[in-house]
């Protein structure tokens, strides 16, 4: 049941009409938020449902156990079972048949010959996304920050919300647990602004980011037909797909919630308008680049245990950032790369003489061009994110260039028009400096904007129920 | 502004609203939607990208605003729209003519329907002639075609035969009719998308309804060859209830009023004819047109043989261009003129 399909809204407008009905028995909102993420979650597979609960329970009662232990050795026992439960599930389901791949093909190498163990495994829905929030919320009760909650169904909910359930945002316990325990007010602002958040998702989704991946596929999946500016024109449209598919599932995600009000976190600030890799990470996918801040980074030392040990656990995180959206090789160097264009940043920081350079009267002119040099990073990234093996890294990187052949009018002209709404907003946003700036326009200004959307998602809007990228992580 | 910017990323800040203004935000969209709606409604017909839906506007329009009854009234496809010249017909067989071929997504039902609207305005024509693809013949009709008739809401069960839809279908019909932003988004995305490509498009009627094909399009023939080959191998062929009680209902009406009917196969690709798969298929249709014909006295099966063009006098494997156009209605005029000269001496 992706959210762009009719079934879909089919299910929400249901699920929303009884939500409305029982709007002053918060506790029956919950039980009937539970039955909708349940059967939302085994649309997609019922049998991974239970891996779902067996998640749920196992999580919910350690943590109890935990709450209730005054002996520090217990309390790191128990959180160590917790971290094994989680990661081993992850492990399993998400990486048992890369690493087992990769063993087998080192094996080889050595002169050994070890039988096939590749493993017919269904990868569940979401199983990142909840595994995370999973252990975030055993930390925070270790660490105190939190008291574990005795409410089965609120941490039920807290871990299945359908709105969050496949593709995040990964929401934090400290947030959304105290939402699911008292009554919620839906007032006209939540509505104004769920509204908003949903028509322009469902636009970033159906017209830019799917159309931008028609092109994108065309060009990647076809790509020893393509050379010079097409290459390079595929990598842009594909940097504009990934940002609007996710970002576009966010907004849904988070208009839906706000329509029933809860508050989810803000996933995406403008990161292309980001300055620096460590500018970016704070505007991309916030949810995760915070856990693993929160939840790695720091616990792995930060900053706090000199330089060297500072770009160690850097690039450790940045890896296992790659690694967490799936098992290969392209995503570890993803990350990896990621990680050293962090660890850059942080020696070009360092250096006060260039730090000096970037301030004064010019500063106006090379914060644009600042931008577009970080925007041509983040592009290239996506490009070792997109090839699904070295050799069409190798291929690609070879051949991009500036060189036109007979489709790239065509599909450079492709890639403006369905950019050029984004460009426009994010420019607006930007400004304004706030991502909610449509919804502070006056509503006369307001309705050719939203009529807009409206007549493109209809229009342009790709109706095969294209799935949401981030779905497979 | 772009220093007082840079420092932090973007809040969300909301402003406070007034239920009021939500509404007059929603309500005002939602209009502007619906009006833009009835401007598609309006603008399509006469300017949508879509050839096919075109033709069926023009035709019918054609049929319904015509001033003066006509000796030869020719139906049919694509393949009649494109081939058959009412001009060549007027002088070889005498009288007028008017080409309301349309295309194959409609089937012989559209012939049925546009021959009865015909004789409701002007009585029964002298003959009529129904040129269709040879292998199109039993062509269900595309429920999508069906509705781009300009004719009131419910005509496909009102006319005869009718077509009975089910309520999906209903519910389908009606997108299509009333909401065309949604239904022929393909048109409006092409329209608004790359307008100097949609207007170049447009297609060139003749007053007697030839539709003008300029240039060939040898690669795109091939290519459609081939598709119908592996296409049609190993089929049956099978008349649809629809089809056969159009063509039943024709041969009713070429009795009670007393015309011919000439049943014609359209001009076609003779790399098809060259693949003894698609000639045993066609003959199959040929055999269910010769049993039809010897059953009613006044549904002749001319062209039994299908007259066949290179690709680079195509446009694809059914439609000739216009400058083949009157070898295939010469051909066309000279067997139905064999025809007659034999049912005379008989």
């Not at chain 1, 085994?42 to 935990?66: E, H, M, P, Q």
């Not at chain 1, 392209?330 to 850059?344: D, E, F, N, P, S």
Request: hydrophobic letters at 50%; proline letters at 5%.
């Amino acid at each position: 049941m992706l959210f762009n399909s009719y079934i879909f809204v089919g299910f929400f407008l249901g699920i929303y009409l009884f939500y409305l009905l029982l709007r002053k028995q918060y506790k029956a909102q919950n039980i009937l938020l539970l039955i909708g993420s349940y059967a939302f979650y085994a649309y997609f597979d019922w049998r991974l449902l239970s891996i779902l609960i067996g998640c749920t329970l196992i999580n919910y009662f350690l943590a109890i156990v935990i709450q209730g232990s005054s002996s520090i050795g217990r309390r790191k026992l128990l959180l160590a079972m917790s971290l094994v439960a989680n990661l081993s599930m992850l492990g399993f389901f998400k990486y048992f048949n890369f690493f087992a791949d990769n063993v087998v093909h080192f094996l080889n190498l050595v002169g050994l010959h070890p039988g096939e163990v590749t493993l017919k495994i269904l990868l569940p829905l979401g199983i990142s996304y909840y595994s995370f929030m999973a252990l975030g919320y055993m930390i925070d009760v270790y660490r105190k920050k939190l008291p574990a909650t005795r409410n089965l169904l609120n941490f039920a909910l807290f871990m299945s919300f359908f709105p969050y359930i496949a593709s995040g945002p990964i929401g934090r316990a400290p947030d959304l647990l105290p939402q699911f325990a008292s009554p919620r007010k839906i007032n006209v602002q939540h509505i104004d602004t769920g509204i908003l958040l949903v028509v322009w998702g469902y636009f970033q989704k159906m017209v830019i980011a799917d159309n931008l991946g028609i092109l994108a596929d065309r060009i990647f999946n076809g790509y020893t037909q393509y050379q010079g500016l097409d290459v390079v024109i595929g990598i842009l449209a594909f940097t504009v797909q990934i940002y609007c598919d996710f970002s576009g599932y966010t907004d849904i995600a988070r208009g839906i919630a706000k329509l029933m009000g809860f508050d989810l976190m803000v996933n995406f600030r403008l990161p292309y308008f980001a300055l620096n890799p460590r500018d970016f990470w704070l505007r991309w996918h916030i949810s995760l680049s915070s856990w693993l801040r929160d939840y790695l980074y720091i616990p792995l030392g930060g900053d706090r245990m000199g330089q060297g040990r500072t770009y160690l656990n850097l690039g450790l995180t940045m890896v296992l950032c790659g690694l967490w959206h799936g098992a290969a090789w392209t995503y570890i160097i993803w990350g990896a790369y990621h990680g050293l264009a962090l660890i850059m940043h942080r020696l070009f920081e360092r250096s006060r003489a260039l730090k000096a350079r970037w301030v004064g009267k010019l500063r106006g002119v090379l914060v644009p061009l600042q931008m577009a040099g970080m925007f041509a990073v983040v592009a290239f990234g996506w490009l070792i994110f997109r090839c699904t093996s070295l050799d069409q890294l190798s291929y690609m990187i070879r051949h991009a260039g500036l060189r036109l052949s007979a489709n790239s009018l065509n599909f450079g002209y492709d890639l403006f028009f369905f950019s050029l709404p984004l460009i426009l907003v994010s420019l607006y946003q930007y400004f304004s400096g706030n991502l909610l700036a449509i919804q502070k326009l006056n509503p006369w200004i307001r309705i050719p904007i939203y009529s807009f959307f409206m007549v493109g998602i209809i229009v342009f809007g790709v109706r095969q129920s294209m799935e949401f990228i981030y779905f497979r992580f | 502004m772009i220093q007082r910017h840079t420092k932090q990323p973007p809040q969300e800040i909301a402003r406070p609203v007034r239920r009021k203004e939500i509404l007059l935000t929603l309500l005002g969209s939602l209009l502007i939607l619906l009006l833009a709606n009835v401007a598609t409604i309006l603008y399509l017909p006469k300017h949508g990208t879509n050839w096919g839906d075109r033709i069926i506007e023009y035709k019918w329009q054609m049929l319904l605003h015509m001033d003066e009854p006509v000796n030869w009234l020719i139906l049919g496809d694509s393949s009649g729209a494109t081939a058959v010249v009412p001009s060549i017909i007027d002088q070889t067989l005498g009288g007028t003519s008017v080409n309301l071929c349309t295309h194959g997504g409609l089937g012989i039902v559209n012939d049925a329907w546009m021959l009865d609207t015909y004789i409701e305005r002007f009585g029964p024509p002298k003959a009529v002639l129904l040129v269709h693809f040879p292998s199109a013949w039993n062509t269900n009709p595309v429920l999508y075609s069906l509705l781009q008739i300009p004719l009131g809401w419910g005509f496909w069960s009102r006319l005869q035969p009718p077509v009975e839809l089910s309520p999906k279908q209903s519910f389908d019909a009606f997108l299509t009719r009333y909401a065309p932003l949604y239904s022929h988004s393909t048109t409006m995305n092409l329209l608004l998308k790359t307008p100097w490509l949609a207007s170049a498009s447009d297609p060139s009627f003749q007053d007697n309804g030839l539709l003008l094909l300029p240039r060939a399009d040898p690669s795109a023939v091939i290519a459609q060859a081939q598709e119908m080959i592996s296409s049609v191998t190993g089929t049956e062929v099978v008349f649809n209830e629809v089809a056969e009680g159009a063509f039943e209902h024709i041969a009713a009406l070429a009795e009670q009023f007393n015309f011919d009917v000439y049943l014609a196969n359209g001009p076609i690709y003779e790399g098809l004819t060259e693949n003894q798969e698609y000639l045993a298929y066609l003959s199959r249709f040929g055999d269910w047109l010769d049993t039809f014909a010897a059953k009613h006295e006044r549904v002749h099966y001319v062209l039994r043989k299908p007259v066949t063009f290179p690709a680079d006098l195509m446009e694809l494997t059914v439609h000739v261009i216009g400058s083949a156009a009157p070898q295939y209605t010469e051909a066309l005029v000279s067997d139905i003129l064999y025809n007659v000269q034999n049912s005379t001496s008989d």
